[in-house]
């Protein structure tokens, strides 16, 4: 009832500014505009701020966010992210967040569309999602695959968020998480963290083979969370508890891990999500120190951006990250409510 | 006159290490001491992480040692030689949602949020008591005022099982206040499964109180 009166109230406002003619948009990040690069200078800047995104409000007009927040109270719009875990983005500018928090679904942030908006699926219908955790984009057949961890599936939905199928359902999981597709091989690969192992799907949902056990050696997992995937169909899984990145080519034979436990750089303590730039440069989230490293092809390590805090560029726990063809930036900032997104510069005479 | 209050701090400084130095000597010595029963409660819990049971890392899971960089950064010539400060940022204030900075909580929800323990900790202060007020295990909040005098709900603190944390008026409700998180309760040797307890005789759950009757509700709350 109340809700539907906030509805009919911001329909009739609707109409009010529609006659009243155009109002800028703004966006969350505009009342705070001072550029915000890493490194500092002297030396040359490689990612930059862009904006942070919470809710509709961010496509809203001024005079709807001011009636949403002030008149309505705080934090009515109902799209807004609470606990969010990971993100994706499709090569149409829409931004897939799963959220597990007290609404469990995955927020759509449509910034392309005609009229940006925000809106949600998989919070009920023919698939309900209960833990989603991660997302990832099947572009040729415009599929979006969402894990979800205390249900133990692994569902594709289209790009609009209608459910259509599960990954083959004689795989059993212990706890899928981590997401990654290779388009190009027509690989799926899902991690599932309680039985320390990587999963190989077709995209189509039907299961080719498993990497890995548990354990601590070459090839050995211990509570592997998120994965990706490089230009050339390398594997990059976060092997969470072995504090270390893996390595592996598109056969799944090991080429070498990425750092060690600790708490300075080139370390990890928690390791989450991990993305890849247009270089190849390997960006790498570790929720317990509030930040992501990235570090080059080699493993070496090349900067470090963030600390905690809910400023601009400083994160609460958080999770995961994705790099669009752009190379812009989406880190997912959990208990900040918030996704945050970045530019990588890159200097292709550099290489 | 400032040189005179620096002179007078250094001073009161060198007898203050001294102290210091002697407190963290018994610390490290009680560590030592300790640190194996409750390496000890916690191997072969789920708050066991370690990939080879057999090889006594179960510490670093959660305490992650002291390791500065080793590295340059390629894209800064700042060579930095510090480490990250984990779980702490004293600006921040405000609701049961966002002031979880430099508490303990924090670190049991850097795991605890649906990948490596599927059981999520959200603590965004609504639904409490979950479905029928059963299921608290996503909905007490934590970093919450323990508001003993103001609450008449609430039991003298120094009369609960549950650790507080903080002093006097400022007693503040952690993960770790119901939750031994260490599990060094653990009796290992012949103890069978019940309701309550897992394969090795801990409370379910890691709880100070067993849940049986409501136990651990009531260990705090007056009902």
Redesign the interface.
Known sequence: MQRNVKRLSLIILGFILLALGSIPLTTFAANDTEELVWPLPPDKPRVRFVKTLQSEDDYASGFIKWFRNVILGADSAENRLDRPFSVAVNSEGRIYVTDNGKAPCVLVFDENAKKPTVWRFGDGGRFALVSPIDVTINEPAKLVYVSDSILKKVAAFTFDGEFKFLLDPTVEFGNPTGLAYDAQRDLLYVVDTKNHDVKIFDGSGAYLRTIGERGSTEGTFNFPSMVAIDSQGNLYIADSMNFRIQVFDSQGSFIHSIGSIGDGPGHFSRLKGIALDGDDNIYAVDTSFNNFQIFNSEGQLLMWVGNGGRDRGQFMLPSGIWIDEQDKIYVVDRFNSRLQIFQYIAYPDES | MLRFKRTGIHGKGVRRMRKTIMILAVMVSLFIITGSVLAAGIVGTKHD????RD?GQVC??CH???????????????I?T????????S??DGTID?N??GTAS??C???H????A?D?T?N?G??LGGEGGKDLSNDHPVNITYAYGVDPGLKDPDAVECILFGEDDNKTVQCASCHNVHGQNAQIAGVTKTEYQDNHGNIMKFLRVTPEKSGICLDCHIK
């Open positions: 992480l370690s990939a080879n090889d670093v899971f992650v040692p002291h390791n500065p960089t080793d590295k340059t950064l390629l894209w800064s010539r700042d930095p510090g480490t990250f400060t984990m779980y702490a940022n600006t921040l966002d979880l900075s924090l670190l929800m850097s795991c949020d649906g990948v490596t599927t999520i959200l965004n609504t639904n």
